[in-house]
Structures are given as structure tokens and as C-alpha cells.
């Protein structure tokens, strides 16, 4: 039997969407409020610790909610103990859960990845493999009916960004108007954040911005279960190859529970209600992570962030 916990958290984060977490080098617009975040429990082994999983907003917290959960059972099962659900509204929200030990395990993204990793505090432990790749794009998106067909045609126009901390809904955006000796404040007329690429392709669909830069992934999911949304944007750019996603833990995790993770995400796709878990997830696999896929991300991030 499973059991379904509401955390008292979830207020504390409605409340941080409402400004106190809020960067303030661009305007915060929130498309959605409902299930701003939440932890799942799971009745299993009691009396031992939750093995705890932290999942970057990379998608709404409904949404995150409903396809991490088979994942969570599967992970509840194969250690034998229960397993929490942490949500946040900011990827460097979840990189301090990892950070700090709140978290044992993260989901986040790669311009996540090379800032808790240049800090110590990250390592990777696997990465899906998707379409028989362990790579994905940032996209630029702009309303379907729009007459832009370059970023550079969006000069003085609304931009709407994911997250401060992600590669293809930032950085990567960041990245190419340097190379023209731009930058988004002198780029853009206004930008501002969504806090996952589901709510920034919302924001363009809707008339909210005129462009944003948002995770390959997410838009091939909804092409397929929202395909009246994906429908009101059109992709002008598609970045280089990047590596995917990966999840990841903090080095000095126990050992132990270390290699019993790798152990279950290798083996999810061997395992029936791992593959459900997986199919849920629209993984093929979990693989080991090459380093070196990382690579460009880290050189963008250096130029951009300041990095020596």
C-alpha cells in the first residue's frame, strides 16, 4: 500500500514563487500555481532513514510530481526503505539540498551539474539514455505565426528564460550573444524567468514573450502529449549536442548506498516495474556518464559565469 504525503513544505515553496527566492536581475512571471511542489512517502521498511530525491524543475511541479512517482516505487523496492520527493522552485534550491546533504540523490541539469561540480559538492552517478543518445539541445522557440526566423531578429523584444542555473534555458543564450558582443540585458527588451520549459513554451504559445530557449526533451514529450501546445511555437535554433541531464550525488555519500543506486539505475531496464518506471520517464536506460560530454557546457559556463 502506498501512502501520499502533502509536505508542509509545499506552502513554504508557493511562497518563495512568490518573490522571496525570486532572482532579481529579471522579473519572476508564474504561468501556474497549483502543485508547487510535494513529497511523496512511501510505507516501506519502517523505522528506516528515506532515501531522499531531489528533482530539478525542469518541468511543473504537477507534472514532475506524476512522472517521478513509478520511479520512486521502483527505488522504494529495490533498496527496501522508503523514498521522499523534494521539490524546489529554483535549480540552486535543489543544488543546495545536494549541497547539504538534504538530498541523497538529484536530478538536475548540466549547467547545474558544472556549478555544484566546480564547487566539490557534485559528482555524477549515471545518465539516461534517450533515443539512443545520452545527449540533448537547447532550442530557440518563438510563436508559430511570428515573423522571427533568427535569434537576431528578436532584438528588443520579451525573452523568456528557465532558470538562472540552466544550460538550455540560459546559458546557452547567454552564450551566443557574447559571441556577437551582446549580452540579454542590452539584447533584449525585457527577460524573465519561468522556472521550468513547459511553462516557458507556455509563455511563448500564450503571447507572454516573443522567444525562449528551452530543454529539446521537454519539447519532444508535450510534441507528443500536448501537441495542440507544441503546435503554437516554432523552433528557429537548435544548439550543438550537449550532454543530458544527469543525476547525481554528493561525493561523499556513503559508499555504500553509492554503488546500490548505480546498481538500480543500471538495471532498471531489466526489472518490469523498472522499465514502467522508464517508460513513464521516456528513458530507454540509465547508462554510466561520460564526463567529457560535460565539457562544452563547462567552457560556456567559465566564459559566462566568470570562471578562471
Same mark, same amino acid.
Given at each position: 500500500?502506498?501512502?501520499?504525503?502533502?509536505?508542509?513544505?509545499?506552502?513554504?515553496?508557493?511562497?518563495?514563487?512568490?518573490?522571496?527566492?525570486?532572482?532579481?536581475?529579471?522579473?519572476?512571471?508564474? @504561468?501556474?500555481?497549483?502543485?508547487? !511542489? =510535494?513529497? *511523496?512517502?512511501? %510505507? #516501506?521498511?519502517?523505522?528506516?532513514?528515506? +532515501?531522499? /530525491?531531489?528533482?530539478?524543475?525542469?518541468?511543473?511541479?504537477?507534472?514532475?510530481?506524476?512522472?517521478?512517482?513509478?520511479?520512486?516505487?521502483?527505488?522504494?523496492?529495490?533498496?527496501?526503505?522508503?523514498?521522499?520527493?523534494?521539490?524546489?522552485?529554483?535549480?540552486?534550491?535543489?543544488?543546495?539540498?545536494?549541497?547539504?546533504?538534504?538530498?541523497? @540523490?538529484?536530478?538536475?541539469?548540466? !549547467? =547545474?551539474? *558544472?556549478?555544484? %561540480? #566546480?564547487?566539490?559538492?557534485?559528482?555524477? +552517478?549515471? /545518465?539516461?539514455?534517450?533515443?539512443?543518445?545520452?545527449?540533448?539541445?537547447?532550442?530557440?522557440?518563438?510563436?508559430?505565426?511570428?515573423?522571427?526566423?533568427?535569434?537576431?531578429?528578436?532584438?528588443?523584444?520579451?525573452?523568456?528564460?528557465?532558470?538562472?542555473?540552466?544550460?538550455?534555458?540560459?546559458?546557452?543564450?547567454?552564450?551566443?550573444?557574447?559571441?556577437?558582443?551582446?549580452?540579454?540585458?542590452?539584447?533584449?527588451?525585457?527577460?524573465?524567468?519561468?522556472?521550468?520549459?513547459?511553462?516557458?513554451?507556455?509563455?511563448?504559445?500564450?503571447?507572454?514573450?516573443?522567444?525562449?530557449?528551452?530543454?529539446?526533451?521537454?519539447?519532444?514529450?508535450?510534441?507528443?502529449?500536448?501537441?495542440?501546445?507544441?503546435?503554437?511555437?516554432?523552433?528557429?535554433?537548435?544548439?550543438?549536442?550537449?550532454?543530458?541531464?544527469?543525476?547525481?550525488?554528493?561525493?561523499?555519500?556513503?559508499?555504500?548506498?553509492?554503488?546500490?543506486?548505480?546498481?538500480?539505475?543500471?538495471?532498471?531496464?531489466?526489472?518490469?516495474?523498472?522499465?514502467?518506471?522508464?517508460?513513464?520517464?521516456?528513458?530507454?536506460?540509465?547508462?554510466?556518464?561520460?564526463?567529457?560530454?560535460?565539457?562544452?557546457?563547462?567552457?560556456?559556463?567559465?566564459?559566462?559565469?566568470?570562471?578562471?
Amino acid at each position: 500500500m502506498r501512502r501520499w504525503i502533502l509536505s508542509p513544505g509545499w506552502l513554504i515553496g508557493a511562497l518563495w514563487l512568490l518573490g522571496a527566492c525570486a532572482p532579481q536581475d529579471y522579473p519572476y512571471v508564474r @504561468l501556474r500555481a497549483e502543485g508547487e !511542489g =510535494a513529497v *511523496v512517502a512511501l %510505507e #516501506r521498511a519502517p523505522g528506516r532513514l528515506p +532515501l531522499r /530525491v531531489a528533482v530539478a524543475p525542469v518541468i511543473s511541479p504537477r507534472a514532475t510530481f506524476e512522472t517521478y512517482s513509478p520511479l520512486l516505487d521502483y527505488l522504494a523496492h529495490r533498496l527496501d526503505r522508503p523514498v521522499e520527493l523534494l521539490q524546489r522552485p529554483t535549480y540552486a534550491e535543489i543544488n543546495d539540498l545536494i549541497r547539504t546533504g538534504q538530498a541523497d @540523490l538529484g536530478f538536475v541539469c548540466g !549547467g =547545474a551539474f *558544472v556549478e555544484g %561540480e #566546480r564547487e566539490g559538492y557534485m559528482e555524477l +552517478l549515471v /545518465v539516461p539514455q534517450i533515443n539512443g543518445t545520452t545527449t540533448y539541445h537547447s532550442l530557440i522557440i518563438v510563436p508559430a505565426d511570428s515573423p522571427f526566423y533568427r535569434l537576431e531578429d528578436l532584438r528588443g523584444r520579451r525573452f523568456a528564460f528557465t532558470d538562472p542555473l540552466s544550460n538550455s534555458g540560459r546559458l546557452y543564450v547567454q552564450y551566443r550573444l557574447a559571441q556577437i558582443g551582446e549580452t540579454p540585458e542590452s539584447f533584449f527588451q525585457n527577460a524573465f524567468f519561468t522556472y521550468s520549459h513547459d511553462n516557458s513554451i507556455r509563455a511563448v504559445a500564450q503571447g507572454l514573450a516573443d522567444g525562449a530557449s528551452i530543454d529539446s526533451l521537454v519539447y519532444e514529450a508535450l510534441s507528443h502529449s500536448e501537441p495542440d501546445l507544441i503546435a503554437g511555437v516554432r523552433v528557429i535554433e537548435r544548439s550543438p549536442p550537449f550532454g543530458i541531464p544527469p543525476v547525481v550525488v554528493h561525493p561523499e555519500l556513503n559508499p555504500e548506498l553509492k554503488e546500490a543506486l548505480r546498481e538500480a539505475f543500471l538495471k532498471m531496464h531489466e526489472d518490469p516495474q523498472g522499465r514502467g518506471a522508464l517508460t513513464m520517464l521516456r528513458v530507454e536506460r540509465f547508462v554510466l556518464p561520460d564526463p567529457e560530454a560535460y565539457e562544452d557546457i563547462r567552457r560556456m559556463a567559465a566564459k559566462i559565469r566568470g570562471w578562471p
